[in-house]
């Protein structure tokens, strides 16, 4: 095949966003290492992946360990987009409650979706744990509270749901929510077995290990041109490279590949901030924090006792309408803390913003791409952005690999929801 020549100004297959802004508590501290270099000739694989953060990562080890030759690109670098931004609050409880789930989907399959979530977060930590990865991981209960979403009722519906599912779970009284943790006025649901980690240490540990396999991570790489076909997939780059590949994964985040169908996906921003260490001042469990709520507050403690503390979110794509709101934002993020855990110093020592996905449902979308052969997308919509990349590494593995997977109805294009 004779090689295209290279194209001033081509146009990249992905959507440009300018994904956060400020100093999130990971970009203050020392930046992991990922050997990447750049791509200077044509090359093939068995597997490329576009994208190399968080889902990159996980499905870049994944398939590695399948045994297969992984490729993976990026136009900027490993782990400078959306996750150095990320809370990385890895829980399995959905953003949307089991009980509204079940009304909008129906309850197999609600109840199938909500057990696959608590699997892939409880297979994050246990392949973390086995690789020996040292990413700052915490397992944490969860302390979800009653708002404008639910109400006391709807709550102690939403404790039914769950226990008939299986979940393991605590319903509390607002006596029993200050008595234990020193909220006020607050009915609550207590869950277990979450997790947390630094995002940028998760994903550059998950890449490093891809690489010992003998993965290659080429960057900055802007794929301009995606040409499938039934015997496999060739991606052209900006600078006219070429890359032949038996099968194509799409894990750019909330930069998707233009033509690829939305499925109700919609870009918001979110505002976050994070405290000093005050390790005198938290609460007992040190449980992440969430509330029933919309807009709604998200708290979780790091291993140095630091308060992260994020939410507000507003359906806003536009990065300089994002940025204007960070004062304002941080301001409220600051009080709100404050008001909720008043044994807290909710004075922000970092504050940012960032552009992140989100679903109809809060679910995501895994699996092949319509119309294009040998291509596969990990879209992890929704607000459990980290445990739904570790569902698709999980999934892509078994579809590539050609055993499928059981859930695979639940995420991919096809579904009606």
């Not at 990971?26 to 093939?44: E, F, G, H, K």
């Not at 409880?93 to 129906?106: A, F, H, V």
């Not at 943790?181 to 995002?199: E, L, M, Q, T, V």
């Not at 909720?340 to 809060?362: K, N």
């Amino acid at each position: 095949m004779t090689k295209t020549p290279a194209r001033k100004n081509q146009a990249s297959v992905t959507h440009h966003r300018d994904l956060r802004t400020g100093q999130s508590i990971w970009s203050a501290r020392r930046r992991p290492t990922v050997p990447t270099q750049p791509l200077t000739r044509d090359i093939s694989c068995d597997v490329v992946i576009i994208g190399a953060g968080i889902s990159g990562a996980l499905i870049a080890e994944s398939l590695s360990e399948a045994g297969l030759k992984v490729v993976v690109v990026d136009r900027r670098g490993p782990l400078d987009g959306s996750t150095a931004a990320s809370t990385a609050m890895l829980q399995y409880e959905i953003d949307t409650p089991l009980s509204l789930l079940s009304e909008q989907i129906g309850r197999d399959r609600a109840e199938r979706l909500w057990r696959r979530s608590r699997q892939s977060v409880d297979a994050l930590r246990e392949r973390t744990e086995r690789l020996e990865l040292k990413v700052d991981a915490a397992t944490r209960g969860s302390i979800y509270l009653h708002g404008n979403v639910l109400d006391a009722e709807g709550l102690a519906r939403e404790a039914d749901a769950r226990r008939r599912a299986g979940f393991e779970i605590e319903l509390l009284k607002p006596a029993a929510v200050l008595d234990r943790y020193g909220i006020k006025g607050r009915h609550a649901i207590i869950g277990f077995g979450n997790y947390s980690a630094d995002p940028r240490q998760l994903a550059a540990g998950y890449l490093n290990v891809a690489i010992g396999r003998g993965a290659r991570v080429y960057s900055p790489v802007d794929i301009c041109d995606v040409a499938p076909g039934e015997s496999g997939v060739t991606l052209q780059s900006a600078d006219g490279r070429e890359i032949r590949a038996r099968t194509l994964v799409v894990a750019t985040g909330y930069e998707m590949m233009k033509g690829v169908p939305r499925k109700g996906n919609k870009i918001i921003s979110s505002w976050s901030i994070a405290t000093k260490a005050q390790p005198r001042a938290i609460w007992p469990t040190a449980a992440m924090i969430w509330e029933a709520a919309d807009p709604y507050l998200y708290i979780r403690t790091t291993p140095a006792s630091e308060v992260i503390c994020g939410g507000e979110d507003e359906e806003i794509s536009d990065a300089d309408e994002r940025d204007a709101k960070i004062a304002a934002k941080t301001a409220t993020l600051s009080r709100k803390l404050g008001a909720l855990l008043p044994m807290i110093d909710p004075t922000p020592a970092h504050a940012w913003a960032g552009s992140f996905g989100d679903s109809e449902t809060g679910t995501p979308t895994i699996g092949r791409i319509p119309r294009m052969p040998n291509c596969y997308a990990a879209m992890g919509y929704g607000g459990n952005g980290i445990t739904f990349s570790m569902m698709a590494a999980q999934m892509l593995r078994g579809m590539i690999c050609g055993d499928g997977d059981p859930d695979a109805d639940l995420v991919s294009f096809s579904r009606k929801f």
